[in-house]
């Protein structure tokens, strides 16, 4: 599967675990086929050093083979690609997370029409709409 990542500017330092820390503004135009890259890219961009959460978050969009995991039991927050366990899990369809990233449907409303499925903590779910 082919996938197009649209204007993405990358300001990224990495460690030796292929982590990222967040600590940049980054723009993302989303208009065909989201990547896991520029989601990471547009997440890196609203990214705060302390979420103020203490868990793990895992998001699977379709078509990726690896997910995007954040770790915000840290400080600063960490971004990576690791299939890991989370506390909560996050599956999304590619048309759903368009509409997420563009501001067309929020993250509750995406969960609550079934875009959006999520295993585990709750209440780590809620905060996705910090991110997106």
């Not at 649209?6 to 065909?32: G, Q």
Request: glycine share 4%.
């Amino acid at each position: 599967m082919t996938s197009v990542l649209l204007n993405c500017k990358p300001n990224v330092s990495h460690d030796t675990h292929n982590d990222t820390h967040m600590n940049s503004n980054t723009e993302n135009t989303f208009e065909e086929h989201v990547t896991l890259a520029a989601l990471t890219e547009h997440i890196r961009g609203r990214l705060k050093d302390d979420l103020g959460l203490s868990a793990t978050l895992k998001l699977w969009i379709e078509g990726e083979e690896l997910p995007l995991y954040i770790d915000a039991t840290q400080v600063p927050v960490r971004l990576s690609n690791r299939d890991v366990p989370a506390d909560c899990v996050l599956r999304i369809k590619q048309q759903a997370l368009r509409e997420m990233l563009a501001g067309q449907l929020k993250p509750l409303n995406a969960f609550m029409t079934g875009k959006l499925k999520v295993e585990g903590d709750m209440a780590v779910a809620l905060n996705l709409q910090k991110l997106i």
